[in-house]
């Protein structure tokens, strides 16, 4: 018999990709550290003419007008490193990493690993409205796929080490293990098994310690204490994550729009990032809030301490900075951005039902949370990594009512409103679909037992050709492949129509003569999976399927598998009334007439 990978196999394989996706992980917490310095550093020569890896807001610059040149040569040496470097560093990066997963085998190139975080670090330090994350994900990701390349592996491992480096960036900057591993299922592995789960939770445990190290071991978004919201504040929350689930559709259609008007012009791509750049710099000379990473300006709307005029004029400015600058195909990240965004609409929200109704218990900072975490959810539909997230950022053990309350309202408002997301609507439009769902493998769940049929044909071995020929001439059977026994009833091997018919084959020839030994055979627990990969390795049309004692108690074809396979589709999908009410209620008259009888 042809044998599979045994658990033996699969484990130590399995402790070999835990093992490269821990060594992944301690890179990019290193890359990390170093990609967060180098944007202070170009951030304080761009705006305050030092030498300096301490962090400084661009907001504080005394630049004047000057401010709006500054993102624009930004810009043009972005523009520059995508020409004549690669023009995979364009984007914010998940998008593009999900589109090697599905479309190229998980494979990046190696360029990626340096061109992406040195290109984000201009692009950010130079003022650009993103924050650190995006980048450090697609370079983490071509760090796993670089060294996935590397190693003699599968494409499926591949992708599994891509992942792995991926969320490690994540949880290298935010210190949210927990929110990398539901980021890998929702939006790069596309599964959820041992083998793809492990490795990536290694990693983003890696991560988060290098986070704890390098970087502030508290939360990394730290905010007032909140408190358990009453049934009334939390049917208000959910609502908000209404509100906040319509925006990210607006804000999602209009990044796109911009995407496209950018497409319209009649100058080279290479000149967008700069064009995007003047105008980002234009914004930040009359809001210079929007400037840079901003993780400041999501500290301080969760504080909920900020002005009404203030905030409104951050989440506008913010939005409109950002969109242009991600349409324009400059190098950054969209997560801290979304966050600045919801978080923003969420206070103001909050604050306009709190102002209307002062006594519905609403809580500013908390209003911030869930709108935080609800445009996250809507604009990119990955639920649960949503909710973990602003859990882990900020320690608030007491939003989780909430925040899954507003999720699940913005989800609800993405899913039927929107085809696809701010993650996955460029590789769409590419023709590149992006699967939504993570359903168990229907052969994995069914037997051989259950397809088994009665229809095939098994012969034996010491019958003449002569008398097979005339049986299948009797029998008019079209199969093109048959089992063969011996005197005893055990399975010998396999024989096709092709070598009963062949002309110049002497008819008094048997069959155990010329039969083709096979090691090929199933049991009728096994599931169908396992037979299908049987199948597909050697080019068999049928199994034989054998007894503890070694005999053959039927066979298996390719067609059972599709007849069972299918019916067990239109079973899931057929509707069914399993208990019915009228019946029910008849039941009961007649129990009813029943009892009365007795009595008279």
């Given at each position: 018999?042809?044998?599979?990978?045994?658990?033996?196999?699969?484990?130590?394989?399995?402790?070999?990709?835990?093992?490269?996706?821990?060594?992944?992980?301690?890179?990019?917490?290193?890359?990390?550290?170093?990609?967060?310095?180098?944007?202070?550093?170009?951030?304080?020569?761009?705006?305050?003419?030092?030498?300096?890896?301490?962090?400084?807001?661009?907001?504080?610059?005394?630049?004047?007008?000057?401010?709006?040149?500054?993102?624009?040569?930004?810009?043009?040496?972005?523009?520059?490193?995508?020409?004549?470097?690669?023009?995979?560093?364009?984007?914010?990066?998940?998008?593009?990493?999900?589109?090697?997963?599905?479309?190229?085998?998980?494979?990046?190139?190696?360029?990626?690993?340096?061109?992406?975080?040195?290109?984000?670090?201009?692009?950010?330090?130079?003022?650009?409205?993103?924050?650190?994350?995006?980048?450090?994900?697609?370079?983490?990701?071509?760090?796993?796929?670089?060294?996935?390349?590397?190693?003699?592996?599968?494409?499926?491992?591949?992708?599994?080490?891509?992942?792995?480096?991926?969320?490690?960036?994540?949880?290298?900057?935010?210190?949210?293990?927990?929110?990398?591993?539901?980021?890998?299922?929702?939006?790069?592995?596309?599964?959820?098994?041992?083998?793809?789960?492990?490795?990536?939770?290694?990693?983003?445990?890696?991560?988060?310690?290098?986070?704890?190290?390098?970087?502030?071991?508290?939360?990394?978004?730290?905010?007032?204490?909140?408190?358990?919201?009453?049934?009334?504040?939390?049917?208000?929350?959910?609502?908000?994550?209404?509100?906040?689930?319509?925006?990210?559709?607006?804000?999602?259609?209009?990044?796109?729009?911009?995407?496209?008007?950018?497409?319209?012009?009649?100058?080279?791509?290479?000149?967008?990032?700069?064009?995007?750049?003047?105008?980002?710099?234009?914004?930040?000379?009359?809001?210079?809030?929007?400037?840079?990473?901003?993780?400041?300006?999501?500290?301080?709307?969760?504080?909920?301490?900020?002005?009404?005029?203030?905030?409104?004029?951050?989440?506008?400015?913010?939005?409109?900075?950002?969109?242009?600058?991600?349409?324009?195909?400059?190098?950054?990240?969209?997560?801290?951005?979304?966050?600045?965004?919801?978080?923003?609409?969420?206070?103001?929200?909050?604050?306009?039902?709190?102002?209307?109704?002062?006594?519905?218990?609403?809580?500013?900072?908390?209003?911030?949370?869930?709108?935080?975490?609800?445009?996250?959810?809507?604009?990119?539909?990955?639920?649960?990594?949503?909710?973990?997230?602003?859990?882990?950022?900020?320690?608030?053990?007491?939003?989780?009512?909430?925040?899954?309350?507003?999720?699940?309202?913005?989800?609800?408002?993405?899913?039927?409103?929107?085809?696809?997301?701010?993650?996955?609507?460029?590789?769409?439009?590419?023709?590149?679909?992006?699967?939504?769902?993570?359903?168990?493998?229907?052969?994995?769940?069914?037997?051989?037992?259950?397809?088994?049929?009665?229809?095939?044909?098994?012969?034996?071995?010491?019958?003449?050709?002569?008398?097979?020929?005339?049986?299948?001439?009797?029998?008019?059977?079209?199969?093109?492949?048959?089992?063969?026994?011996?005197?005893?009833?055990?399975?010998?091997?396999?024989?096709?129509?092709?070598?009963?018919?062949t002309n110049g084959t002497d008819p008094e020839t048997k069959l155990s003569d010329i039969?083709?030994?096979?090691?090929?055979?199933?049991?009728?627990?096994?599931?169908?999976?396992?037979?299908?990969?049987?199948?597909?390795?050697?080019?068999?049309?049928?199994?034989?399927?054998?007894?503890?004692?070694?005999?053959?108690?039927?066979?298996?074809?390719?067609?059972?598998?599709?007849?069972?396979?299918?019916?067990?589709?239109?079973?899931?999908?057929?509707?069914?009334?399993?208990?019915?009410?009228?019946?029910?209620?008849?039941?009961?008259?007649?129990?009813?007439?029943?009892?009365?009888?007795?009595?008279?």
């Amino acid at each position: 018999m042809v044998q599979l990978p045994n658990n033996g196999a699969l484990k130590k394989r399995l402790l070999l990709i835990s093992a490269l996706s821990i060594a992944v992980a301690l890179a990019v917490c290193v890359i990390a550290r170093l990609l967060v310095w180098l944007i202070n550093i170009i951030t304080n020569i761009s705006f305050y003419g030092i030498f300096s890896t301490a962090f400084n807001s661009p907001s504080a610059n005394h630049l004047g007008l000057w401010v709006i040149i500054i993102p624009a040569i930004g810009g043009i040496m972005v523009g520059l490193m995508a020409l004549y470097g690669s023009a995979a560093i364009r984007g914010h990066g998940i998008p593009e990493a999900m589109e090697q997963i599905l479309t190229n085998q998980s494979r990046i190139k190696p360029s990626i690993t340096f061109l992406k975080p040195i290109s984000s670090a201009i692009a950010i330090g130079t003022g650009g409205p993103f924050g650190a994350e995006g980048p450090i994900i697609a370079t983490g990701g071509a760090l796993g796929s670089t060294i996935g390349q590397l190693f003699k592996i599968t494409s499926n491992e591949r992708k599994v080490l891509l992942a792995a480096g991926a969320t490690a960036g994540m949880a290298a900057i935010f210190g949210t293990p927990i929110a990398g591993v539901f980021l890998a299922i929702e939006l790069l592995l596309f599964e959820f098994s041992p083998k793809a789960i492990l490795p990536v939770a290694l990693a983003c445990i890696t991560g988060a310690a290098g986070h704890h190290l390098l970087f502030d071991a508290g939360p990394v978004f730290p905010m007032p204490n909140l408190t358990t919201p009453t049934n009334t504040a939390l049917a208000i929350y959910s609502f908000i994550g209404l509100i906040i689930g319509f925006l990210s559709l607006g804000l999602t259609k209009i990044v796109y729009l911009v995407e496209d008007t950018f497409e319209k012009l009649p100058v080279h791509w290479m000149w967008w990032p700069a064009i995007g750049g003047l105008t980002v710099g234009a914004i930040g000379y009359f809001a210079p809030h929007t400037l840079g990473v901003g993780y400041d300006n999501i500290i301080n709307v969760l504080s909920g301490t900020m002005s009404l005029m203030i905030v409104i004029r951050l989440c506008l400015f913010k939005f409109l900075s950002w969109a242009i600058a991600l349409g324009s195909g400059t190098s950054g990240g969209t997560l801290a951005p979304l966050l600045t965004i919801g978080g923003a609409g969420g206070a103001i929200i909050g604050g306009g039902i709190l102002y209307l109704f002062p006594q519905s218990g609403l809580s500013i900072p908390m209003a911030a949370l869930v709108g935080m975490s609800a445009m996250f959810a809507g604009a990119s539909r990955a639920y649960l990594t949503s909710i973990t997230f602003a859990l882990e950022a900020t320690m608030q053990s007491h939003a989780l009512l909430p925040l899954l309350g507003a999720c699940t309202a913005a989800y609800l408002v993405s899913f039927f409103m929107m085809e696809n997301t701010i993650m996955t609507e460029k590789i769409a439009r590419r023709g590149v679909f992006t699967p939504d769902s993570f359903e168990a493998d229907l052969l994995a769940k069914l037997t051989v037992e259950q397809a088994l049929s009665n229809d095939a044909l098994v012969l034996s071995g010491h019958h003449t050709i002569k008398e097979v020929r005339n049986c299948l001439k009797i029998n008019n059977d079209r199969a093109n492949d048959f089992v063969v026994l011996n005197s005893e009833g055990k399975f010998i091997g396999t024989i096709g129509r092709n070598d009963i018919f062949t002309n110049g084959t002497d008819p008094e020839t048997k069959l155990s003569d010329i039969v083709k030994s096979s090691h090929l055979w199933l049991r009728n627990t096994d599931a169908l999976r396992k037979a299908v990969e049987l199948m597909a390795k050697q080019t068999a049309e049928i199994l034989p399927v054998l007894s503890s004692n070694g005999k053959v108690t039927g066979v298996l074809s390719y067609r059972d598998i599709l007849s069972v396979y299918k019916a067990q589709l239109d079973e899931n999908e057929r509707a069914h009334i399993h208990i019915s009410l009228k019946r029910q209620r008849l039941k009961m008259l007649v129990r009813g007439r029943n009892h009365v009888n007795l009595n008279d």
